[in-house]
T-cell receptor
Framework: AQSVTQLGSHVSVSEGALVLLRCNYS??????LFWYVQYPNQGLQLLLK??????LVKGINGFEAEFKKSETSFHLTKPSAHMSDAAEYFC?????????????FGTGTSLTVIP | GAGVSQTPSNKVTEKGKYVELRCDPI?????LYWYRQSLGQGPEFLIY????????DSGLPNDRFFAVRPEGSVSTLKIQRTERGDSAVYLC?????????????FGPGTRLLVL
């Protein structure tokens, strides 16, 4: 079965500090991986995705993530946090062999940026 | 162009009532998905349409839930005999062809409260 684990439901960082949000997946076949951000009362917005090309993926707003097959991880990072980064972040996977193509989401990580 | 839109944005109903939630996907997107997001959780898959047909409805929790997409564009999620446990945010997403590596574009959601 497909599952996604996001370690840390709440993460706080100081403005200007490194942001690290963790995502691990369980799958016998490397899946496609996505990070979405959700601002209050808004829909999910794609930050970046891994689709078996380069393992280091760069996204919007200065975020990037690295696919590590040996660690079954796809952690999201940003070198310097901004106040505007405060939001809920979701990691999601889809299975290349699955005709349904549904996304499986983690439980989310709420990021707080302290001024 | 326009993104995914959902109406209503909020719906309050009484236990036992019938509700309809509407999703208008991005024009030209053949794939449409419904997800449900409970408080503090990530979105959970409900149903996937490819064109007019429900290609995967394995996420619908029971037979009180039903969805249609009669012309391959707008979709309606229907919930009969609503229960308090149905309270959640219902999200709609669309993608161009429904391939596993495609970005799913999400609407802002409908917040359903069953009293």
């Amino acid at each position: 079965a497909q599952s996604v684990t996001q370690l840390g439901s709440h993460v706080s960082v100081s403005e200007g500090a490194l942001v690290l949000l963790r995502c691990n997946y369980s799958s016998s076949v490397p899946p496609y991986l996505f990070w979405y951000v959700q601002y209050p009362n808004q829909g999910l917005q794609l930050l970046l995705k891994y689709t078996s090309a380069a393992t280091l993926v760069k996204g919007i707003n200065g975020f990037e993530a690295e696919f590590k097959k040996s660690e079954t991880s796809f952690h999201l990072t940003k070198p310097s946090a901004h106040m505007s980064d405060a939001a809920e972040y979701f990691c999601a996977v889809s299975r290349p062999e699955n005709t349904g193509n549904q996304f499986y989401f983690g439980t989310g990580t709420s990021l707080t940026v302290i001024p | 162009g326009a993104g995914v839109s959902q109406t209503p944005s909020n719906k309050v109903t009484e236990k036992g009532k019938y509700v309809e939630l509407r999703c208008d996907p991005i024009s030209g997107h053949t794939a449409l998905y419904w997800y449900r997001q409970s408080l503090g959780q990530g979105p959970e898959f409900l149903i996937y349409f490819q064109g007019t047909g429900a290609a995967d409805d394995s996420g619908l929790p029971n037979d009180r839930f039903f969805a249609v997409r009669p012309e391959g564009s707008v979709s309606t999620l229907k919930i009969q005999r609503t229960e308090r446990g149905d309270s959640a945010v219902y999200l709609c997403a669309s993608s161009r062809e429904g391939l596993a590596q495609e970005t799913q574009y999400f609407g802002p959601g409908t917040r359903l409260l069953v009293l």
